[in-house]
């Protein structure tokens, strides 16, 4: 399980209160882990309206499979910098889009994720955390689950994650 918590002294007093608490799970990812049954109470899936005792153990399941056929994938080699089950941080070369475009269908940094998840056969979303612009070389973060990225996104929105850059200027004569 990804998510755990135990609710002591009864500080919840249903699961959606709990996830929405304590993981600040957005409403639109709790419905998606309920309709999936990836929301665990005491190891049984719950229900919509379960209440909690003193206790009793909330678990979440972020590995489920997830659609990504919109985007082609592309076998070009990918600079891994780092990998765990969250997250892939690869470095992007300069004069490549993140994103695949009208003008780049199949050759955006998007194109290389895929191939490489579809390669270790993890069918998930392309999950972009931060973006650099095609002619910029850098860092590029994709999380591997929603609830990751929403993390990630708001610990930027708040200053808690901050992105700093470094310009190398040469002049050529």
Known sequence: MDLYYKNENCKYSNVKELLRSEFQISLRLYQKLKQNKHIYLNKNNMFVNDALSS??????????????????????????????????????????????????FEDSLSNLVKFYFDSINLHRKIRIVNRLDKDTSGIVIFAKCEYIQESLTNQMKTGLFKKEYLGICSRYF
Do not use: G, Q
């Not at 990918?78 to 004069?95: G, Q, R, S, T």
């Open 55 to 104: 206790n009793d153990i909330v678990e979440v399941d972020l590995a489920f499979n997830e659609d990504s056929k919109n985007i082609l994938p592309t076998n070009i080699p990918l600079n891994i910098l780092f990998e765990d089950n969250y997250l892939l941080i690869v470095n992007k070369p300069a004069n490549m889009p993140v994103h695949p475009s009208m003008r780049h």
